[in-house]
C-alpha cells in the first residue's frame, strides 16, 4: 500500500517561515501527482498547492507568491516551502497523492486523491 509520511510541523511566529516534507512508500505507477492540503478547526480541507505528473504547479490564490511546492527527483519526497507565513495560515497540512490524471480544476480538491498522509500541524502565531 502507498503510505505518506508528513514531517516539518511547527509553530511560527507571523513572517516566519516552514519547510513541511511528504515521504511516500509503496508506490506501484510510474507516476503520480501530489498535493498539500490543509484544514483549520471548523474548516474545511482545503487544496493548498499541487504538482502534477509533468511536474506543472497550482496554487490557491492566498498562497501564491508565498508557498513554493517541489519534489525530489525520484518524485518520492514532496516540500512545500512556506514563507512570510501569517497567523490564518495555521491548519493541519496533509499530503496526497493519486495515480490518476487529472484536468487542472481538480489538482487541489481533496476528493480528487485516494492516498492521503496523517498530517502536521503548523501554528502561526501574531
Known amino acids: 500500500d502507498v503510505e505518506l509520511v508528513e514531517s516539518g510541523g511547527g509553530s511560527v511566529q507571523a513572517g516566519g517561515s516552514l519547510r513541511l516534507s511528504c515521504a511516500a512508500s509503496g508506490y506501484t505507477y510510474g507516476s503520480y501527482a501530489m498535493a498539500w492540503f490543509r484544514q483549520a478547526p471548523g474548516k474545511e480541507r482545503e487544496g493548498v498547492a499541487a504538482?502534477?505528473?509533468?511536474?506543472?504547479?497550482t496554487y490557491v490564490d492566498s498562497v501564491k507568491g508565498r508557498f513554493t511546492i517541489s519534489q525530489d527527483n525520484t518524485k518520492t519526497t514532496l516540500n512545500l516551502r512556506m514563507n512570510s507565513l501569517k497567523p490564518e495560515d495555521t491548519a493541519i497540512y496533509f499530503c496526497?497523492?493519486?495515480?490518476?490524471?487529472?484536468?487542472?480544476?481538480?489538482?487541489?480538491?481533496?476528493?480528487?486523491?485516494?492516498?492521503w498522509g496523517q498530517g502536521t500541524q503548523v501554528t502561526v502565531s501574531s
Open positions: 496526497a497523492a493519486d495515480p490518476r490524471s487529472f484536468e487542472k480544476w481538480q489538482l487541489l480538491r481533496p476528493l480528487a486523491y485516494v492516498y
Open positions: 504538482i502534477d505528473h509533468d511536474g506543472s504547479t
